[in-house]
C-alpha cells in the first residue's frame, strides 16, 4: 500500500510548487483557504493529494494511473481519521457531479447539488437528517412563516431592522445564525446577541444553520472553471439546500434578505436565490436602514470597533449588542481583534 505524508505547502516552497502543479495536472486549482495537506505516495511518487479545512475535505486530486478506487479510498479514509480525532463529529465534501459515486461508495449522503456543476455531500453520524429533526419542533401548521439568514458580526441596528420588518409582514419568522466560527465574532456570541436583539419579538425563534447554509469561507471554488461565477453557485446551492429541505421541514413560504444597493456579489447572490426559490418560496428584499447618513453594517461597526471608536459604534448598535460591547467579555474580544485575532473584513 503507497504511503501518506503530510505535505506542509505553507512553509515550504517546493512542497508547495509540488502540490500546485499536481492539482493543475487534474484541472484543479490550487486554495490557500487549507489547514492540512496529506500526499500519497508511491514510492517518491506523488498519487493523489487531499486537504483539510476544519471538517471539509478540499483540493481531493487522484493521478489517472491510480484512479481505479484503492487510493481514492485510502486517502479519503485518511483525511477522514484527521477530522475525526479533532473531534469533529461529521466531514464534509465538495465535488464534481461525476465523483459523487466515489464518496457514496465510502458512506457519504448527497445534502444538496448544482446541476452540471458540483455536489454537496457529508459523512456523519447524526446528520443532516438529525439537524432536519432538531428543528421541526419549532414548525408552525397554521399562518405564514418566514426566514432570514444572517451571520450577524456583530448584530446591529440594520439585522434588528430586518428581523423587525419581517415580523410585522407575516405570522412567524425564523431567524437563522450562521453556525460556523469563521468570523471575529464567535458562533456563540453572535447567536446570543442576535436573541438578545428580538427579545421583543414574539413570534420570532433564533436557531442554528449547522452546516447545512453554506458560508463563503468554506465554499470551494477550486474545480469550478476559472469562467464559473462562483457566487451564482454558491447562492444556487444554497437556495436548493433552503428549499427542498429546510423549507418543507418547517413550512416556510417567504425569505427575507437585505438589500445591498453597493455590493454586486450580494446583488447576484439575491438573483440566484430568487430564480431557484420561487415559486416555491417567496424572495423578499428588505431597504438597508441608515442611521443618518450613515448606512448600518456589521463591517462599518467592526471598523470603528479596530479604531475603539465605541461612541460611534453606539449609533450602529441596539442597546443589547452595545451593553455587551462593553463589558469586559466584549472588551476582551475587541482587544482581539484590534491585534488582529480575527479578520476585521469577514461579514
Same mark, same amino acid.
Given at each position: 500500500?503507497?504511503?501518506?505524508?503530510?505535505?506542509?505547502?505553507?512553509q515550504?516552497?517546493?512542497?508547495?510548487?509540488?502540490?500546485?502543479?499536481?492539482?493543475?495536472?487534474?484541472?484543479?486549482?490550487?486554495?490557500?483557504?487549507?489547514?492540512?495537506?496529506?500526499?500519497?505516495?508511491?514510492?517518491?511518487?506523488?498519487?493523489?493529494?487531499?486537504?483539510?479545512?476544519?471538517?471539509?475535505?478540499?483540493?481531493?486530486?487522484?493521478?489517472?494511473?491510480?484512479?481505479?478506487?484503492? +487510493?481514492?479510498s485510502?486517502?479519503?479514509?485518511?483525511?477522514?481519521?484527521?477530522?475525526?480525532?479533532?473531534?469533529?463529529?461529521?466531514?464534509?465534501?465538495?465535488?464534481?457531479?461525476?465523483?459523487?459515486? @466515489?464518496?457514496?461508495?465510502?458512506?457519504?449522503?448527497?445534502?444538496?447539488?448544482?446541476?452540471?456543476e458540483?455536489?454537496?455531500?457529508?459523512?456523519?453520524?447524526?446528520?443532516?437528517? &438529525?439537524?432536519?429533526?432538531?428543528?421541526?419542533?419549532?414548525?408552525?401548521?397554521?399562518?405564514?412563516?418566514?426566514?432570514?439568514?444572517?451571520?450577524?458580526?456583530?448584530?446591529?441596528?440594520?439585522? *434588528?431592522?430586518?428581523?423587525?420588518?419581517?415580523?410585522?409582514?407575516?405570522?412567524?419568522?425564523?431567524? =437563522?445564525?450562521? &453556525?460556523?466560527?469563521? &468570523?471575529? =465574532?464567535?458562533?456563540?456570541?453572535?447567536? *446570543?446577541?442576535?436573541?438578545?436583539?428580538? @427579545?421583543?419579538?414574539?413570534?420570532?425563534?433564533?436557531?442554528?444553520?449547522?452546516?447545512?447554509?453554506?458560508?463563503? *469561507?468554506?465554499?470551494?471554488?477550486?474545480?469550478?472553471?476559472?469562467?464559473?461565477?462562483?457566487t451564482?453557485?454558491?447562492?444556487?446551492?444554497?437556495? @436548493?439546500?433552503?428549499?427542498?429541505?429546510?423549507?418543507?421541514?418547517?413550512?416556510?413560504?417567504?425569505?427575507?434578505?437585505?438589500?445591498?444597493?453597493? &455590493?454586486?456579489? +450580494?446583488?447576484?447572490?439575491?438573483?440566484?436565490l430568487?430564480?431557484?426559490?420561487?415559486?416555491?418560496? *417567496?424572495?423578499?428584499?428588505?431597504?438597508?436602514?441608515q442611521?443618518?447618513?450613515?448606512?448600518?453594517?456589521?463591517?462599518?461597526?467592526?471598523?470603528?470597533?479596530?479604531?475603539?471608536?465605541?461612541e460611534?459604534?453606539?449609533e450602529?448598535v441596539?442597546?443589547?449588542?452595545?451593553?455587551?460591547?462593553?463589558?469586559?467579555?466584549?472588551? @476582551?474580544?475587541?482587544?482581539?481583534?484590534?491585534?488582529?485575532?480575527?479578520?476585521?473584513g469577514?461579514?
Amino acid at each position: 500500500m503507497a504511503d501518506i505524508r503530510r505535505l506542509f505547502v505553507h512553509q515550504q516552497r517546493d512542497v508547495y510548487d509540488m502540490w500546485v502543479g499536481f492539482l493543475n495536472q487534474a484541472n484543479i486549482r490550487h486554495e490557500d483557504n487549507v489547514e492540512f495537506v496529506y500526499g500519497v505516495f508511491e514510492g517518491d511518487q506523488l498519487i493523489a493529494t487531499g486537504s483539510i479545512y476544519q471538517n471539509i475535505l478540499k483540493c481531493i486530486a487522484v493521478c489517472k494511473d491510480f484512479t481505479g478506487g484503492a +487510493t481514492l479510498s485510502q486517502l479519503i479514509s485518511h483525511l477522514m481519521s484527521e477530522v475525526m480525532d479533532r473531534g469533529f463529529k461529521a466531514c464534509y465534501v465538495y465535488t464534481k457531479p461525476d465523483t459523487t459515486q @466515489s464518496f457514496e461508495y465510502l458512506g457519504f449522503k448527497e445534502i444538496g447539488r448544482v446541476d452540471g456543476e458540483l455536489v454537496f455531500l457529508e459523512k456523519a453520524i447524526n446528520g443532516f437528517d &438529525s439537524y432536519l429533526e432538531s428543528i421541526q419542533q419549532y414548525r408552525h401548521e397554521d399562518g405564514v412563516s418566514a426566514a432570514i439568514v444572517m451571520n450577524a458580526n456583530p448584530f446591529t441596528k440594520g439585522h *434588528q431592522y430586518l428581523v423587525e420588518s419581517a415580523a410585522a409582514a407575516v405570522d412567524y419568522v425564523f431567524v =437563522f445564525v450562521l &453556525s460556523e466560527d469563521a &468570523s471575529a =465574532f464567535p458562533a456563540a456570541v453572535r447567536k *446570543q446577541l442576535v436573541m438578545a436583539g428580538v @427579545s421583543h419579538l414574539d413570534n420570532v425563534t433564533v436557531l442554528d444553520t449547522g452546516s447545512y447554509m453554506v458560508s463563503s *469561507q468554506t465554499f470551494p471554488s477550486y474545480f469550478l472553471k476559472e469562467s464559473s461565477d462562483v457566487t451564482r453557485i454558491q447562492a444556487e446551492l444554497d437556495a @436548493s439546500i433552503f428549499k427542498n429541505r429546510i423549507a418543507k421541514t418547517m413550512n416556510i413560504r417567504v425569505r427575507f434578505v437585505g438589500e445591498e444597493p453597493f &455590493s454586486e456579489a +450580494t446583488n447576484i447572490y439575491n438573483t440566484a436565490l430568487k430564480t431557484v426559490l420561487e415559486p416555491e418560496v *417567496q424572495l423578499r428584499i428588505i431597504p438597508r436602514k441608515q442611521e443618518g447618513d450613515v448606512v448600518i453594517s456589521a463591517t462599518r461597526v467592526r471598523e470603528h470597533l479596530y479604531l475603539n471608536d465605541l461612541e460611534f459604534v453606539k449609533e450602529l448598535v441596539p442597546t443589547t449588542t452595545y451593553d455587551y460591547l462593553t463589558s469586559q467579555a466584549g472588551q @476582551s474580544l475587541i482587544e482581539d481583534i484590534r491585534n488582529g485575532g480575527k479578520s476585521i473584513g469577514k461579514v
